[in-house]
């Protein structure tokens, strides 16, 4: 595979989907395949060659990538843990992303000893009623508490994943109270993307562009509490809401530094605060995504196949994959994020563009923001 790619770009996050058995069937899952597919899971022994791919990107690089271990749910997997010491023996940064509801004493004391640096456990919703409702099982909620209480008694950091939906953005404020009054160290907080189970949310489940700014905007405030460490994920014009409000300390023409950009991680390390520079969306660009079977995809929203670890190597993926390249290139942008000054920062949701378009080089169709170039300024 010819190399197209620039060569400096760096592989700073990982997500492999480490099967696609779930004990949950929530109605926002990017899954589309069930349980019966869990025969296609990698076997451990090509979970391993996924593991030593991903170490053989590292050496190219100034640092190793973080992996999270994702699903369907994780713990499912019986090798799990044996796989997690694999990594981490070998640089590799691990984390783990979870529903929490199978997490008791022992398990978080597997978590902890396999050297998962951080678990992401999803709540959707600062109460029983809402959370239990979008996963689809009564009691996953208090089943998510005792997980996390368990983590925080083997000594094991944790963020909250929310996914926003009309059903929860009126609790946003109490998952805040919540994640502090439990110990979290972040909230990461993901746009809805209408992809698998997600389809079949009603135009009418989802927030409007309006809404979007505007959760955005109060996000941004929390943000600057200090707290806790805040990251917008799928919502990646939250860069343009912040820079507008903060517009004496970055602007949209400023070069964003490869090693500024934050992880939306749904399991790594804390990014850089917004005095800083990021970026947005990093799909493609500073994250991938690994199925269950070992498909490679800019990231789990995104159905665009790059390639398969099976038939390729990662490495050669993520330097030679033609749609990386396109995805890459912000001057390919279509539409009003192409002629857009926040492009280089923000990039818009190229998983929802594609949902709505079947291109995911098209504008972003839940961002409000109107530039103000009439046309793309010629080079």
Known sequence: MKHLTDHKRKLRLLFWESTIRCNLSCAHCRRVETDQAVDTDLTTTQARQLIDQLADV???????????????????RSDIFELIEDAAAKGIKPALAT?????????AGKIKDAGVERVSVSLDGATGEIHNKLRKLEGSFEAALNGIDCLCNAG?????????????AHQLDDI???AEQLGAVAVHLFMLVPVGCGEEFSEEDMLSADEYEELMKRIAGKERTGRLEIKVTCGPHYERV?????????????PVHPHSIGHPTA???PGPKHGSMSKGCLAGSGVIFVSHNGEVFPCGYLPVHCGNILQTPL???WKGSPELASMRDTEQLKGKCGVCGYRAVCGGCRARAFAATGDYMEAEPMCRYMPPNKKKKSE
Do not use: W
């Not at 529903?99 to 398990?107: A, P």
């Not at 912040?242 to 400023?254: F, H, I, L, P, S």
């Open 58 to 76: 590292g050496r190219v690089q100034d640092f190793m990538p973080i992996l999270v271990f994702s699903g369907g749910e994780p713990l499912c």
């Open 99 to 107: 529903n929490g509801t199978l997490i008791d004493e022992e398990i």
């Open 156 to 168: 094991v950091p944790f963020q909250i994943n929310m996914t926003i939906t009309r059903y929860n």
């Open 176 to 178: 805040f109270v919540l």
């Open 242 to 254: 912040v820079r507008e409000e903060k517009k004496g300390q970055a602007t949209a023409d400023m």
């Open 267 to 269: 399991g790594g390390h």
């Open 315 to 317: 490495l050669e993926i």
